[in-house]
């Protein structure tokens, strides 16, 4: 392993791009593999505190009413202390963090598809984040239409706020993660996320592997 720290691992991508299934699958393999802990949270949430905050975000009766601004500085406050609570110690103690959004998506929700000027965005984002950025950041990508429907056809949930957008939202969305995967090669891996889940975990499984442990 080529890291005596730990790793942060983030999964990004539009509502219904498969994250969730793919760090399940992502999980099991680095256990498999490497001895160290994976631990895996999510944004907004993984404490109790961002939990609370994730409810405000996306349930809440109230959050109907949330303007740009507030949804900014309220995934800004989640994500402060996931940071200090649950990342950065993690890391430090050799841990492996997969994490189900990170300051990407501020980028991308608030900065694009909101279209809240970029100096505020990311002057809040690295406020929140201090040092910690991904080591590889996995974008899952979908055309908006495709998870559009995957969100309409889900049975076990109501859509949270996120997943009630309209189909123009998730459209800035997409092209927002593919510019910043554009800007930013060395640390996103992009990959298409209409395959078998099976072949997507593969791919994302070996670009893993190349970064992390194929000097072993």
Not at 44 to 66: F, Q
Not at 140 to 148: A, L, M, N, T, Y
């Amino acid at each position: 392993m080529s890291h005596e720290k730990g790793l942060l691992i983030s999964f990004e991508g539009s509502e219904g791009c498969g994250k969730s299934t793919q760090i399940r699958r992502i999980a099991d393999r680095l256990e498999e593999i490497d001895h160290r802990d994976v631990i895996v949270t999510r944004e907004p949430g993984g404490t109790i505190i961002g939990e609370d905050i994730r409810h405000l975000l996306m349930h809440a009766d109230s959050s109907k009413s949330i303007l740009p601004e507030t949804e900014l500085l309220l995934f800004a406050a989640s994500r402060a202390q996931l940071v200090r609570e649950i990342i950065f110690p993690a890391i430090e103690n050799g841990k492996v963090v997969l994490c189900d959004r990170f300051l990407d998506s501020t980028t991308v929700y608030q900065g694009v598809a909101r279209q809240i000027a970029d100096d505020p965005v990311t002057m809040i984002n690295q406020f929140a984040v201090g040092e910690i950025i991904p080591d590889l950041t996995i974008v899952i990508d979908i055309p908006p239409e495709v998870g559009f429907e995957r969100i309409k056809h889900r049975v076990s949930d109501m859509p949270d706020r996120m997943e009630q957008e309209n189909i123009e939202f998730y459209g800035k969305v997409r092209k927002g993660y593919l510019h910043l995967a554009r800007s930013l090669p060395e640390r996103f891996f992009v990959v298409d996320g209409n395959g078998d889940p099976e072949e997507i975990e593969l791919e994302i499984w070996n670009e893993i592997h190349a970064r992390f442990y194929s000097q072993e």
